[in-house]
């Protein structure tokens, strides 16, 4: 799930491509021997390409990487789940956007419907129903059906920073706090 494509910086500026691809997390010593093997006695690399649930930038540390990955994968997180996190952080920075995660500082509610695509209305119910969302108040069952759930994802998304992921592959759908 976690791997980096890393490349000679100094083969690259030579026009020669020299590197491998990395599956991240690895143990720091056989992270070493592989940055060892594509510089050789060159001293820089770069990251060319890269398969993660986030971006990054192409002279990220790759120990600093690894150790998050590591940290991560701790929490047993389902693949899905864990990029659902990713895709819904406004941080802008992986490195907060993982720390929010190891902290625990979210809500993650899968909302998938085998025979259906869910829409936003249905999410911000769902949210009220499980009483992830309290600014509505309690409202009486006779006038549930009254409400316009769409302006209630609005506030959700806008206020509270609720959004919606879904990964077409699975078909699987996600309601995000983070």
């Known amino acids: 799930m976690f791997k980096v494509y890393i490349s000679n910086l100094a083969a690259y ?13 690895m143990s720091e010593e056989q992270l070493q021997t592989a940055i060892k093997r594509v510089l050789g006695t060159d001293e820089e690399y770069l990251i060319s390409d890269y398969e993660l649930p986030f971006e990054i930038s192409e002279y990220e540390n790759l120990k600093e990487l690894n150790n998050k990955i ?17 895709k819904s952080s406004t941080c802008g920075d992986w490195k907060e956007t993982a720390q929010i995660i190891l902290d625990g500082d979210f809500t993650i509610l899968e909302v998938t419907d085998k025979t259906r695509l869910i829409d936003e209305s249905d999410i911000a119910y769902k949210l009220y129903e499980e009483d992830y969302i309290s600014f509505l108040g309690v409202i009486p069952e006779n006038l549930i059906d009254y409400i316009d759930w769409d302006q209630v994802w609005r506030e959700c998304n806008i206020t509270y920073g609720w959004n919606e992921v879904f990964f077409a592959d699975s078909g699987r759908q996600f309601a995000v706090n983070i």
């Open 13 to 25: 500026t030579r026009g020669i491509l020299k590197g491998e691809w990395l599956t991240l997390p």
């Open 70 to 86: 590591v940290e991560l994968q701790e929490l047993e997180f389902d693949p899905e789940e864990l990029s659902a996190l990713f």
